[in-house]
């Protein structure tokens, strides 16, 4: 889809059946039940550290990282729109009493460094690259902190979609992908941590 069609571009877009888009957020909303549930009776069986490593807890993260991408893609695809809902903000409601230990957050952006990784050989797999990226998270996240910044939350992710067109980073990440680029991975998937 080319972001100059009608669905991308300046005009408002009616007509839109909006049901695919409930769909996509009720089978979310069914993985994230699906999740609790485990996380719940992980956690009475191991400890906090080991419950975040169990396999069942991460095969569950995984599905609820790519039902956020699916949700992304159906709303990209029918309105155009690149929506940020995978973002969590902590903040005091209305009157809430400020910790004055703590200090207050005047505002929060976020900060993005994009991979385009590939395997060596035949044979080679991936699993281990978001391992390596979530050590290299902890670290950043370390740096940050020691140099007075508030890291609200850091998220690695596998296959987001990214602009790799020409293999350089800094392209639109939402162009449509050509078929012939062998560069291109259709698999996006965006793994919270």
Request: aromatic residues 6%.
């Amino acid at each position: 889809m080319s972001h100059e069609d009608a669905t991308h571009g300046p005009a408002p877009l009616g007509g839109v059946d909006p049901e695919p888009l409930h769909r996509a957020v009720d089978t979310l909303a069914a993985t994230l039940h699906d999740y609790v549930r485990t996380a719940v009776g992980v956690r009475a069986e191991f400890g906090a550290a080991e419950a975040d490593e169990d396999p069942r807890v991460h095969v569950l993260e995984e599905q609820v990282g790519q039902r956020n991408a699916d949700l992304f893609d159906a709303l990209h695809g029918a309105l155009g729109m690149h929506p940020d809902l995978t973002t969590s903000i902590w903040e005091p409601g209305a009157g809430a009493p400020h910790d004055e230990d703590q200090p207050v957050v005047q505002r929060a952006e976020s900060f993005y460094l994009s991979f385009l990784v590939a395997a060596r050989g035949n044979d080679a797999s991936l699993d281990g690259v978001l391992s390596l990226i979530d050590g290299a998270g902890e670290d950043v996240a370390e740096r940050l902190s020691d140099g007075g910044y508030e890291v609200l939350e850091w998220i690695s992710s596998r296959g987001a979609p990214a602009g790799f067109d020409d293999g350089s980073l800094g392209e639109d990440p939402y162009e449509e992908a050509d078929d012939d680029d062998p560069g291109q991975d259709d698999d996006f998937r965006e793994d919270g941590r």
